[in-house]
């Protein structure tokens, strides 16, 4: 019985041992903050972002992407995540996406329109993000 009792502890010893591995690995591969405050470098509204919400039901790919060699947007790459001020700044030609606000505010504003015209939830006034 004890030969028993102490194979059993040594097995949940073993498997506990392999789970922390794996969550170690898991938070090591990048998925970000679970909530976010996105600001502009003046910090004005900044806006209040659940990460890990939109994970829950978007691919990182549908936010996040590259910039390609010929200097324009490319695929998103795990591992490759820069600030998006990287790209998006006063250099863009694009003055419509020459600027975090601009970049940003397109990406959501265009898929929370996308969402609310499917009937889903998603915040589409100022005041849904842009919390005081």
């Known amino acids: 019985m004890l030969k028993k009792s102490m194979m059993f502890a040594a097995v949940c010893v073993f498997a506990f041992g392999l789970a922390l591995t794996y969550a170690d690995q898991s938070s090591a591969a990048g998925n970000g903050p679970e909530e976010m405050v996105l600001k502009t470098a003046e910090g ?4 209040k972002f659940p990460h ?3 994970q829950g039901f978007l691919k990182c790919a549908d936010c996040h992407h590259t910039k390609a060699a010929d200097g324009k947007q490319g695929p998103y790459k795990a591992g490759e995540e820069k600030k ?3 790209c998006h700044n006063k ?6 996406l020459n600027n975090f606000k601009n970049a940003a505010h397109k990406n959501c504003k265009d898929c929370h329109a996308k969402a609310e015209k499917e009937g889903k939830p998603a915040p589409t006034k100022c005041t849904g993000c842009h919390v005081q």
């Open 84 to 86: 998006c001020e990287t």
């Open 44 to 47: 004005k509204k900044p806006a």
């Open 91 to 96: 250099d863009m030609a694009n003055a419509e």
């Open 52 to 54: 890990k919400k939109h």
